[in-house]
C-alpha cells in the first residue's frame, strides 16, 4: 500500500522559508507525478508544485519564484523549498502523486490517487 508521510511544516515569520518533505513509500511504478497541494481555512484545495519522473517541474503562479520542488530519487522524498513567505501562504499543505505516464491534469487533485496526512505551514505578519 502506497503511503505519503509529510513533515516540516511549523511557524514562521513573513519573509522567512521552510522546507517541506515527502516521503513515499510502497510504490513500484518508475513513472509518477508528485505534487503538492494546500488547503487555507474556509477554502479548497489548491494546486502548488508539481515534479515528474523527468524532473519537469510546475508551479502555480503565486508561488513562482518563491517556491523550487525538487526530488531525491535515492530517498524517495521530494520537497519543497518555501521562501519569501506571505501571511497568505498559510495554509495546511498535502503531497499527493499518482503513479504512471500521466502527461495531463497535473493541476487537477482528481488526478491524483494517493495523498499524505498534511502539514500545517503558519506564515504570520
Known amino acids: 500500500q502506497v503511503q505519503l508521510v509529510e513533515s516540516g511544516g511549523g511557524l514562521v515569520q513573513a519573509g522567512g522559508s521552510l522546507r517541506l518533505s515527502c516521503v513515499a513509500s510502497?510504490?513500484?511504478?518508475?513513472?509518477?507525478?508528485m505534487a503538492w497541494f494546500r488547503q487555507a481555512p474556509g477554502k479548497a484545495r489548491d494546486f502548488v508544485a508539481a515534479i515528474n519522473w523527468g524532473g519537469t517541474t510546475y508551479y502555480v503562479g503565486s508561488v513562482k519564484g518563491r517556491f523550487t520542488i525538487s526530488k531525491d530519487n535515492a530517498k524517495n522524498t521530494v520537497y519543497l523549498q518555501m521562501g519569501s513567505l506571505k501571511p497568505e501562504d498559510t495554509a495546511v499543505y498535502y503531497c499527493?502523486?499518482?503513479?504512471?505516464?500521466?502527461?495531463?491534469?497535473?493541476?487537477?487533485?482528481?488526478?491524483?490517487?494517493?495523498w499524505g496526512q498534511g502539514t500545517q505551514v503558519t506564515v504570520s505578519s
Open positions: 510502497g510504490h513500484t511504478s518508475s513513472t509518477y507525478t
Open positions: 499527493a502523486a499518482r503513479w504512471g505516464p500521466f502527461f495531463g491534469g497535473t493541476y487537477e487533485e482528481h488526478t491524483y490517487n494517493s
